[in-house]
């Protein structure tokens, strides 16, 4: 780049390299991230970018390669390094301690002192000028778990300013967020650029990164496949660099001809065992041939929800009818028993505790929930022959790679998980599919194949309840879409109706009616 | 009247004594337990340390030296504990199991060897024990009526590892909820990852959780065969780590609220030890089995009478590694 | 996944287990050697003791058949997640089931009497562990305390019971009388001698056969039966299971009264085969061997058998090597006991990731 102005590098990686056992997660990666700005790293699930980010923050350890940060090579052998060189990192997953208070979250790791009391008032004191400075306002004593996901954020955020980070790692900021505090989010990390700090923003979102970023590095399988400046490069041009082909962003369907009620929910209630009430009275219902979108910032009940109509959650109020009728009492294993008797599917969100086993074989996990079928044996005996001939033919049916029912269930690639999950579900042509995040942590070939299974099964007459964090997911596959907020429904809009800017309003607890101003 | 407060007060006294080697396991499990580290080894962490002490004691005619080496011993276990669940990421509850066993074998064949009398060690002269002590003023007060009984055979005339263990409850509280390090230890039993993107190291916390178990035990041991009993005798814990451990529980890891549910079990035991072949109206003479049994069935009813699992350090059982 | 490096199959299921019990023995040898005997001769009379001779053999087989079946027992609740460390106490009270239907049935015939007494002590043996189950189940009492504390409870429960109530008043020592000669299980010089095969006496007897029976039976419940899957997916995941329309509970409860049953089936062995009569603190402590037998047979029952197999001869040998050796006693078999269920148990993993790495520069030259 001999025609690029020189500008100072906040951090450059030269030949990074890691290998997990088999997995080679970062394949030589070379980057450079120019001080004052942001710079953003794309790439599907797998491709290396939380890796590469770990490394960077002293989680892991890379295998060969050179780390520079303001142009002088460091070793960062622990995040304690990092934090030592000015880099602060917001985890996708918070590294919350969640009975602990706010203060006591950021205290961690830089008490000042064998004791607490001294450390606790200077962290006080600082801490209410930087969230004076930036907006960043939280109670300093509330217990983390009584706090919502956006606030959440805001705490790892003030956690790696209290360390004084000067580069700032962001590891898919948005996922809990509204697009309208996603917007906030963005005037704050480009305050910190006029302020000569550095942001790495990782994402899967490519109007993210074309509307926040400066320059943006693609990634795939690993290795960094494209560099450029954000300004001449598109969302059509990053996707295909991503899964290095074409790929088609939208599921064609044709509208949905709604039929009967299959599905009617009224005012569930549901308090969890901490004592939080999740579901606060929602009333719902969902029709043959339609696909019902339950949108959200993840943590307002969506997921219990879910739960709740499948039958595993015990409810503390309301009732579920399905085809007009009760089911068994819920939060029972007789009620899950039940509901897949009658025709209820379920792709539940947490694949690996609960849609699947993961030390199971893939045929053992093929029959979860179908291991009392006749044809899988006899009598009180279980034929592995069976289940193994049930898996090979699903195993075709849904492009399973490898093709292998012997194989543990967790050695299979996310997407290849979820199709078998998602074959078994509706391997027995249900009247009711509830699907809970069908394409978290699942590659963009497969995410094609999803979407357009889900399709068919509408246009096949069949009821989808489909619960979303992704937007753009609910906005390509519903017909129809609820969305909540704090355990409740904020509203419902149709498909037609239904825009960005007004759900995310709603989202963040907003009437519709007001919502639409 | 002076007859009712000598019984309550010789009855308390002695639920003091048994309370001891409890409560100082218990603080051991608190330690291990809070940083994430299942403890079952605590039993055998403190007959191994039983059997150290008074082997050393014996030799050196130190109750001290003894002291020093149940310590020692008991950490040198803890160490091969974090070595297992640690290092080596193994099942928690599994390496304390084999910790117990070893510990059984190893004393009874150690004292086999080592001193020819059928798996104990030789009694223990006075000198190589720990004596009760007079607190000041003892003679004076103990005239006082009901005050002085309290203070000479209550408070007064235990040894100093009582003294000791009572100072070391209100210590730990202040270690754990006061202290930089308690911070660090309650984070890591918690949320292991948080402490790791901190900038803490969490095996070299949890190992540092682990030596404080193992000292504790260690004093626990002692207190057995060198305060207690004037020997070491085969199996001589008697399942008191588990009920340490069930107090644990009961006390939600918490130091003060675990002090109490010792005592509880250590009234059980003292009021056993009474009650045997003591004619009670309307039941006549309990069994001697069925009074031996009580602290073991109280355990059992305290523990099914209150649901531990929701207040139990969260990532406790669970080794940690960075992929999730 | 760092420490489930993928091994072949022989390294993984031959190998590894070997070095872990290597290390095991290895540590046992230099224990021997610290209380001044040497660990080589040691080895030659215990390995004599357990197996040099017709007799030395029909103990170790003897011993096997506890050991088998309590490994079972803790191999089986493993598989749902659970530790039973209580076979030790629910061997005593199947002891009690036993030594009942022996004492107080035996106007029946043989063929009725004997099968009743089975099932009795599988009866009692499941009833003692199935409380602590319940409790785990409902009410979230860890089952390792629990079922050590009905340990204790079952040594005063039956300490209680023979001395006060079924001890033989004309004989002096706490135990019951004698049971019937038809109510005992046939021994092993019995059955050869039907072949005209000439065995030394031992207490070696039928339950032998109903030790490999049972592991038979877990093998096929485990991983051949819809029962078994339940468990398995309980021992997995409580989520999955209820997900899945499996009552976790239930099945929890279900796994700790087969676990029991399994122990108790020790007390056949004991009870009615080799003692006729019951008596004190005959588990021996054979309960907690168990656990070291579950964990070196990796909990299957193939494994469990083999393992068995080592700790009878272990015992057998090691009364022997009492016998000789003036500094050692039989305890020295409990440090080894608890040196494999460290090695093979909580260390498994700590040659894996080398053995790992030999095999992967092997596989890559």
Redesign the interface.
Known sequence: MAGAPARELALELVGIDKRFGAVHANRAVDLSVAKGSIHGIVGENGAGKSTLMGIVYGYYAADAGTIRVDGSDVRIASSQDAIAAGIGMVHQHFMLVENFTVLENVLLGAEGGALLKKGEADARASLGKLMADYGLEVDLDAKIEALDVGTQQRVEILKALYRGARILILDEPTAVLTPQEADALFRLLDTWRSQGRTVILITHKLREILAATDRVTVMRQGAVVATRDTSATSQEELAELMVGRRVQLRVAKDAAVAGAEVLRGEGLRYVDARGVERLRGVSLDVRAGEIVGIAGVSGNGQSELLEALAGLLPLNGGEIFYKGEKLAPPGTAAASRAARLHGIAHVPEDRHRMGMVVGYSAAESTILGYHSDDELGFGPLLSNRAATARTTRLMGAYDVRPAAPALRSGNFSGGNQQKIVLGREIDRDPELLLIGQPTRGVDIGAIEFIHRRLVALRDAGKAILLVSCELDEILGLADRILVMFDGRIVGELARAAADERTLGLMMAGIEPAAAAQ | MEDLVLQTVSLLASTVRLAVPLILCALAGLFAERSGVVD?GLEGKMLAGAFAAASVAFWLQSAWAGLAAAMLVSIAFAL?HG???IT????????G??????????T???A???FQEG?KTPALADAARFRPLQLPFAAEIGAVPVIGTIYVRLLSGHNALVYLTAALVPVVAFVVF???????L??VG??P?????????VARLRYEAMLASGALCGIAGAYLSTAQSAAFLREMTA?KG?LA??AL?FGKWMPIPTLFACLIFAFADALQGRLQGVELPGIGEV?V??L??LP??L??LL???F????NAP?ASGIPY???? | MSAGARLPRWVDLGLLPLLNLAAAFLLSGLVVLAIGEDPIKALRILVNGAVGYPEAIAFTLYYTTNFILTGLAVALAFHAGLFNIGGEGQAYVAGLGVGLACLYLDFLPGFAVVPIAILAAAAFGAAWAAIPGWLEAYRGSHVVITTIMFNFLAAALMTYLITNWLLDPAHGAPETRRFAGHTTLWTMQEMLGWFGIKAPRSPLNAAFFLALAAAVFVWIYVWHSRAGYRLRTVGSSHKAALYAGIDPARTIVVAMAISGALAGLMAVNEIQGAQARLLLSFTGGYGFVGIAVALMGRNHPVGVCLAALLFGALYQGGAELAFEMRNINREMVIVIQGLIILFCGALENMFRPTLARLFASRGAA
């Open positions: 079952i091969v070595f297992a669940c080596h990421r193994g099942n928690q509850v599994v390496a199991m084999a910790l117990n066993v070893l510990a059984v074998g190893l009874a064949v150690l086999f060897a080592w798996g006061r202290t930089r390090f308690g911070l660090r309650r984070a918690e949320n990852h948080a402490v790791d993107t901190a900038g803490i190291s399942g588990f451990l069930a529980i069994p089995q069925a031996q049994a073991y069935l355990t059992l523990l099914a009478g649901v531990g699992k929701a969260r590694s960075k992929e999730k």
